[in-house]
């Protein structure tokens, strides 16, 4: 199975909003309402933001939000903050009941 | 407030086997699907693969081959063995559950253990 696809990187200033995209097939986030986002800082475990493409879990702020057309799923951060810079995995579940992770952005705020 | 920890040996020498368990305190291993994941330094996540409480498995295809995943409900732990590993397998190791909301299983990873880290070399 091969990795979603991400930007390496995206960067923005406080308070912007900055869109990552994920690219899948019609194996995983073409099929499946079951995308996931990760976010994780240097030297910690992944963290997951949002799941089945717009769901946020407990806890998580509302400046995170998901939304999917086609095979590309994309997370939207909007009000930028210091704190959200870091890596962002996109993940799918897929039609062989595997689970496939995305390349990873890095999110610089700048 | 459930807590997932990795244990197991830090240096695996090339060709051999690289054994790690998982320990799941503050809640029980049963009825969950529970999920391993690497990431090499400086590189993105790999799903390994995942196993329900039960035993019934699930690997990626590119490690299947490699890849054993059991479970000790008793002990409440459950464990990643991967053989014949290459300097390839150098990683963090990370064990994961997967969320569970009554008899709905979601898919995503809601739990994570804090990685262990697992250098193959001689």
């Known amino acids: 199975q091969s990795a979603l696809t991400q930007p390496a990187s995206v960067s923005g200033s406080p308070g912007q909003s900055i869109t990552i995209s994920c690219t899948g097939s019609?194996?995983?986030?073409?099929?499946?309402?079951?995308v996931s986002w990760y976010q994780q800082h240097p030297g910690k475990a992944p963290k997951v933001i949002i799941f089945?493409?717009?769901n946020r879990p407990s806890g998580i702020s509302d400046r995170f939000s998901g939304s999917k057309s086609g095979k590309t799923a994309s997370l939207t951060i909007s009000g930028l903050q210091a704190d959200d810079e870091g890596d962002y995995y996109c993940?799918?579940?897929?039609?062989?009941?595997?689970?496939?992770f995305g390349t990873g952005t890095y999110v610089t705020v700048l | 407030q459930v807590q997932l920890q990795e244990s197991g040996p830090g240096l695996v020498k090339p060709s051999e086997t690289l054994s790690l368990m998982c320990t799941v305190s503050?809640?029980?291993?049963?009825?969950?699907?529970w999920s391993w994941v690497r990431q090499p330094a400086g590189k993105g996540l790999e799903w390994i693969g995942r196993?329900?409480?039960?035993?019934?498995?699930k690997y990626n295809p590119s490690l299947n081959s490699r890849v054993t995943m059991s479970v000790d409900t008793s002990k409440n732990q459950f464990s990643l063995t991967l053989n014949s590993v290459t300097a390839a397998d150098t990683a963090v190791y990370y064990c994961?559950?997967?969320?569970?909301?009554?008899?709905?299983?979601?898919?995503?990873?809601?739990?994570w253990g804090t990685g262990t880290t697992v250098t193959v070399s001689s």
């Open positions: 019609s194996s995983d986030v073409g099929v499946y309402n079951f």
């Open positions: 089945d493409v717009t």
């Open positions: 994961a559950r997967v969320k569970r909301v009554g008899a709905i299983h979601y898919y995503y990873m809601d739990v």
């Open positions: 993940a799918s579940y897929t039609t062989t009941s595997t689970y496939v």
């Open positions: 196993i329900y409480s039960s035993g019934n498995t």
């Open positions: 503050g809640g029980s291993i049963s009825s969950y699907y």
